[in-house]
């Protein structure tokens, strides 16, 4: 486990980062770390309008980068150090990844004052897809469960 100064360390760099992708006009000011056994081994920021990609937030490009350096698709026994509370997708991916512990400075209220409001995003994760602001119709529902039973019955996959 990490002492304070080290804390502190981690998360100054992903504030740093975020501060120096503003500085650059690459994206929005995020930034995050990837720490593995007291030593930061990937880092990102946010490179969403640089990329033209909604999915390039500071979490998504160093969770892409640590598990490059790791050769692994989850971050076990790794720490994400975030400038910001993770948005929903960024939580999300997080989750996906499997750290073992998420570190964040600002809040999601810091960022909604900011105007980057993932509040709204968070309210329509718990409405009814029919309900949410963007319009969501299932339908061929049957096809794609048989890929799924397909899936549980294959010898070949590789659980995730």
């Known amino acids: 486990m990490e002492s304070k100064n080290d804390r ?8 740093r980062l975020a501060g120096c992708n503003l500085a650059t006009g690459n994206g ?5 770390v990837v720490v593995k056994d007291g030593k930061i081994i990937a880092g990102g920021s946010n490179q969403v309008t640089v990329n033209n990609d909604p999915t390039a ?12 350096v790791l050769n692994s ?3 076990d026994d790794c720490e994400i150090y975030c400038s910001c509370e993770p948005c929903p997708m960024c939580l999300g991916a997080i989750y996906w990844a499997r750290p073992k512990k998420i570190y964040f400075a600002a809040g999601r209220k810091d960022a909604a004052e900011a105007g980057f409001d993932d509040d709204f995003i968070y309210r329509e994760i718990s409405l009814n897809p029919a309900d949410r602001a963007i319009e969501a119709e299932q339908f061929m529902q049957g ?4 890929v799924f039973r397909k899936w549980k019955e294959s010898e070949n996959k590789i659980e995730y």
Request: net charge negative; hydrophobic share 55%; with cysteine.
């Open 73 to 75: 698709f989850q971050l």
């Open 8 to 15: 502190n360390r981690f998360m100054a760099e992903a504030i």
């Open 143 to 146: 096809e794609a469960v048989e």
């Open 57 to 68: 937030h500071a979490e998504i490009v160093a969770i892409r980068e640590a598990c490059t």
């Open 28 to 32: 929005g000011p995020f930034g995050a």
